[in-house]
């Protein structure tokens, strides 16, 4: 019996060191042990750097259509989303005063044209009795120095002349008033005319009506738009692009545009304009890219993706861009040399949207390099132990 109870107390010290043992392994095997890292090697492959923006869908050119003068709209002759050709009639205003004052006008230059024919006979008459006067003055003059007339007479032809004369100039210058007078009138019809054909909206080029903004009787006043038209030929995406993502983007790059409305296609396009300020809150820049065919059918604000491809490469060596971090402000790798960290500076090329990114210098091609979630590689140092896998 007492052999029993001895065993069962030596039993108990017994299990504490194995209880020890087996947890000092399960340590070393857990918070003990190295970091597991996921080991990935340079690959070539082909890549296409491009840069990502958000914008909408807008028009370079529109067009407000607006009247010269005020009047009421009797005639409306397009309508939103219609196209339109450079000079097609659009709508008609009320031009009943116009016409009026247009009949008044061409009544008064007919008035002036038939005055003007009158005093030009007078002036050919006055031009006439002149010719003759002239001819008795010197008549006249000649016999009364021969004492064949009285030197009375002879004045009385010299007065008629000078009489005469007076005539051809008043009528000459009742001549020039009308003449004044007819082109004063002229003008009065042309601008009688100009007011009328006012009244008729015709379209300033060709394009497609966004708005129609005033409907049939409402009175128009110069300025107030009544239609707004856009080019489709400029309709481009107007896209925020940030600034750290610049690099590379220039007018004529080649873009690929995805439109809200329809996410599975790709519309081939090129940069045609960058801004030039910066947004000082989103620190972005606003960059234009063009179709480079027309839309048919567009929504001016729809939103929009572009992706500006800013450079190519064949057979890159690359490696996940998730492999490459920021240390001490350089840009590097963290390799793994007999299940220990070391950091190896790079540099970096283009990254293709998969996420891979060009090694230019830096590595050789056979090296280890360690990749982990970003807040355990925030926590790498040389010379750590880990363990790595695929």
């Known amino acids: 019996m007492e052999l029993l109870k001895t065993l069962s107390r030596k039993k108990k010290y017994l299990i504490w060191p194995v209880v020890l043992i087996a947890l000092g392994i399960a340590l070393k095997m857990t918070v003990l042990a190295p970091q597991s890292v996921k080991i990935v090697t340079i690959e070539k492959r082909d890549l296409t750097a491009q840069v990502y923006g958000n914008g909408t869908v807008e028009a370079k050119v529109v067009v407000g259509i607006s009247s010269k003068i005020t009047g009421r709209i009797v005639e409306l002759y397009a309508d939103q989303g219609d196209m339109v050709k450079r000079g097609q009639l659009l709508a008609k205003l009320e031009n009943e005063d116009f016409r009026h004052q247009e ?25 006439t009795n002149l010719v003759l006067a002239e001819k008795n003055a010197q008549r006249f003059k000649a016999l009364a120095e021969k004492n064949l007339v009285s030197k009375l007479e002879a004045e009385q032809y010299d007065t008629a002349c000078q009489v005469a004369r007076e005539e051809v100039a008043r009528s000459t210058a009742a001549v020039e008033a009308v003449k004044m007078e007819q082109r004063a009138n002229s003008a009065g019809v042309g601008f009688a005319k100009s007011k009328v054909a006012d009244t008729l909206i015709y379209a300033p080029q060709d394009g ?14 110069p300025g107030m738009s009544v239609f707004t038209l856009a080019d489709p030929r400029t309709i481009w995406v107007k896209a925020n692009v940030d600034e750290s993502q610049l690099k590379g983007v220039n007018v004529g790059k080649k ?59 064949k057979d890159a060596p690359s490696l996940p861009s998730a492999a490459i971090v920021t240390k001490d402000k350089k840009r590097g790798v963290w390799l793994v040399n007999g299940g220990k960290l070391a950091f190896r500076e790079v540099t970096p090329g283009i990254m293709d949207k998969r996420n891979v990114t060009e090694i230019v210098t830096g590595l050789d091609g056979g090296e280890q390099v360690a990749m982990a979630p970003p807040p355990e590689m925030a926590k790498f140092q040389a010379g750590m132990k880990v363990r790595g896998g695929k």
Do not use: C, H
């Not at 497609?208 to 006043?221: C, F, H, N, Q």
């Open 103 to 127: 009949q008044q006008s061409e009544a008064g230059l007919n008035r002036s044209a038939a005055s003007l024919s009158a005093e030009q006979a007078n002036l050919q008459k006055a031009r």
């Open 208 to 221: 497609i009506i966004i708005t129609r903004d005033l409907e049939k009787g409402a009175t128009v006043s």
């Open 255 to 313: 873009a690929i545009i995805t439109l809200r409305s329809s996410p599975g296609d790709q519309l081939p396009g090129q940069v045609a304009r960058l801004g030039r300020q910066s947004d000082r809150v989103t620190e972005e820049l606003e960059v234009d890219v063009a179709f480079n065919e027309p839309l048919k059918n567009f929504r001016l604000g729809e939103q929009s993706d572009v992706y500006i491809v800013t450079g190519t490469k």
